[in-house]
């Protein structure tokens, strides 16, 4: 689908169930309808903000550079603002770049500290089993 289609917030309101879902963010519009199932936290949370401008959603929640991946194959068009349209909420940069610690990898990292403890436990438990079993 081309990206040079503009469409209305009134036209983008009318997407709002669960097998016809867009959502704005950063001024672009996305069909999200064939990611509601697959969504990690689950599908209401793409419903609560279906037909609206998702952008300080989608960005509180600090998404990762596979989400917003997966965000621009959605992409079918751009926001068109007319007179008495809600104010666009993209004041945050649509940079991928985030401030911090990179915590996505805490979970992964989390694992390897317990596997080697465990390893570390079992090496100590053969060596004082082994000693005892000599004297």
């Known amino acids: 689908m081309s990206s040079e289609k503009e469409l209305t917030f009134s036209e983008v309101s009318?997407?709002?169930s669960k097998k016809d879902v867009y959502i704005v963010v950063h001024d672009?519009?996305?069909?999200?309808?064939?990611?509601?199932?697959?969504?990690?936290?689950?599908?209401?949370?793409?419903?609560?903000?279906?037909?609206?401008?998702?952008?300080?959603?989608?960005?509180d929640v600090g998404h990762s550079d596979e989400a917003r991946e997966?965000?621009?194959?959605?992409?079918i068009g751009k926001l068109k603002r007319e007179?008495?349209?809600?104010?666009?909420?993209?004041a945050k940069p649509t940079s991928t770049?985030?401030?911090g610690p990179d915590t996505?990898?805490?979970?992964?990292?989390?694992?390897?500290?317990?596997?080697?403890?465990?390893?570390?436990?079992f090496g100590a438990y053969r060596y004082l089993l082994a000693n005892n079993e000599t004297k």
């Open 14 to 16: 009318e997407h709002t």
């Open 28 to 59: 672009k519009v996305y069909d999200a309808s064939s990611f509601v199932d697959e969504h990690p936290g689950g599908e209401e949370v793409l419903l609560d903000v279906g037909g609206q401008d998702a952008t300080e959603a989608f960005e």
């Open 70 to 75: 997966i965000l621009d194959g959605l992409l």
């Open 83 to 90: 007179d008495g349209a809600p104010a666009s909420s993209s």
């Open 97 to 99: 770049s985030t401030k």
């Open 104 to 121: 996505a990898g805490l979970g992964v990292g989390l694992y390897a500290l317990v596997l080697v403890g465990a390893l570390l436990a």
